[in-house]
Structure formats: structure tokens, C-alpha cells
């Protein structure tokens, strides 16, 4: 089974701290991806990375940054947390399909809070 | 018009009811279907993923897919109480790996 961990499932920040999310995957997957998920607007995409030290934008990027410096970890960096950036933040893997795409797998989510 | 379209609910239903939850979509270029279930405070577990148009079954769990309508369906038979959660559809293009989500339905089975 594929398991993908995120280092904290609830998270307590002040504004304007910079914050660090992890996440780590056990199932050598090369592509890796940071979603946050709030009440009536569901998953959004912030960045997403296909290999070591690349990275995309997705559709929400502004005020994040993320880190690969290794195949299986993925990090997502608030650079100055502000208080519209509480939610809840999913990481998901999946494996780089040939000819065909794979599914996405999550983690449990870490619930953030920037007071 | 939004890509997707998923009624949030909450729809609640006795034990052992059918449930069939849907979406909607616009684009054409949608080639994967998913379905992931969420529990309160959890991820989403991947349920159903297909290719293409038609049905799969997956023990109670049947996703179907109506690509000329732009319409995919997940039936639920026997629902048990700990079907009790949030149902995501998710659809993605041929070749690029970022995934559409539906906002959920939220689905109750009381026993």
C-alpha cells in the first residue's frame, strides 16, 4: 500500500512566521503534489513537482514556495503566514505512468491554523 | 460554468440503500475518472479510477462513466453506516498529471 506521510496533523502558527510543511512517500513516486482544501471551494492545487528540484506552479502559488531535494520528500513553505492561509494541506504522490496516468494518493493532512 | 459540477449534499439514507452519487463535467479533454472518499479530519482515499466510458465494479462500489454527456455516476449497494463520509469525483487529462476535484458530496447512512 502506498503511504504517504505528513510530519503533522495539526499546526499552530502566527502571522507572519514562516512555516514549513512535510511530506514523505514510501513508494518511489515521482511525482508529488501540495493541495490546501477549504468548506465549498474543495482541493486546490498550490505546486506540484515531477522530479528532484523541479517544481510547478499550480493554481494558487502566491505566498507558498516548496522544496524537493530528495525523490521521496516534498516540502511546502509558507514564507510569511498570513491568516487567509488556515486550512487544511494535502500532500499526494503518484507514480509517473507510461502511456497512461496514475492515480494520486493523499495523506491524512495537516490542519493549519495561523492566529 | 464551472468544470465540475457535484451537488454537495448531505444526502442521507437508510442502511442497506443504493446510493448513487454524481458529477458533471465540462471539458472534453478529461481522459481518467476517479472517485476518492474523505472521513471527517482524514485524506482522501482513492476508490475508483477508470479510463474511458463504461462501468467498473469494485465489490459494493460500481464508478460509471458517460463521456458523451459529460456525466460520471458512483452507485453504492447495501450502503453500511461507515459509507458515512465525503465523495470526491476527480477527472485529468491524457498526458498531464493535475487532477480536477469536485467539491464533494457529503453522504449520511444511518442504521
Known amino acids: 500500500d502506498v503511504k504517504v506521510t505528513q510530519s503533522s496533523r495539526y499546526l499552530v502558527k502566527r502571522t507572519g512566521e514562516k512555516v514549513f510543511l512535510e511530506c514523505v512517500q514510501d513508494?518511489?513516486?515521482?511525482?508529488m503534489f501540495w493541495y490546501r482544501q477549504d468548506p465549498g471551494l474543495g482541493l486546490r492545487l498550490i505546486y506540484f513537482s515531477y522530479d528532484v528540484k523541479m517544481k510547478e506552479k499550480g493554481d494558487i502559488p502566491e505566498g507558498y514556495s516548496v522544496s524537493r531535494e530528495k525523490k521521496e520528500r516534498f516540502s511546502l513553505i509558507l514564507e510569511s503566514a498570513s491568516t487567509n492561509q488556515t486550512s487544511m494541506y494535502l500532500c499526494?504522490?503518484?507514480?509517473?505512468?507510461?502511456?497512461?496516468?496514475?492515480?494520486?494518493?493523499f495523506g491524512d493532512g495537516t490542519r493549519l491554523s495561523i492566529l | 460554468q464551472k468544470e465540475v459540477e457535484q451537488d454537495p449534499g448531505p444526502l442521507s439514507v437508510p442502511e442497506g440503500a443504493i446510493v448513487s452519487l454524481n458529477c458533471t463535467y465540462s471539458n472534453s479533454a478529461f481522459q481518467y475518472f476517479m472517485w476518492y472518499r474523505q472521513y471527517s479530519r482524514k485524506g482522501p482515499e482513492l476508490l475508483m479510477y477508470?479510463?474511458?466510458?463504461g462501468n467498473k465494479e469494485d465489490g459494493r462500489f460500481t464508478a460509471q462513466v458517460d463521456k458523451s454527456s459529460k456525466y460520471i455516476s458512483l452507485f453504492i449497494r447495501d450502503s453500511q453506516p461507515s459509507d458515512s463520509a465525503t465523495y470526491l469525483c476527480?477527472?485529468?487529462?491524457?498526458?498531464?498529471?493535475?487532477?480536477?476535484f469536485g467539491t464533494g458530496t457529503r453522504l449520511l447512512v444511518s442504521p
Open positions: 513508494m518511489d513516486h515521482e511525482n
Open positions: 476527480a477527472f485529468m487529462n491524457t498526458g498531464f498529471q493535475k487532477l480536477v
Open positions: 477508470t479510463y474511458s466510458s
Open positions: 499526494a504522490s503518484s507514480l509517473a505512468g507510461t502511456g497512461s496516468n496514475q492515480p494520486q494518493h
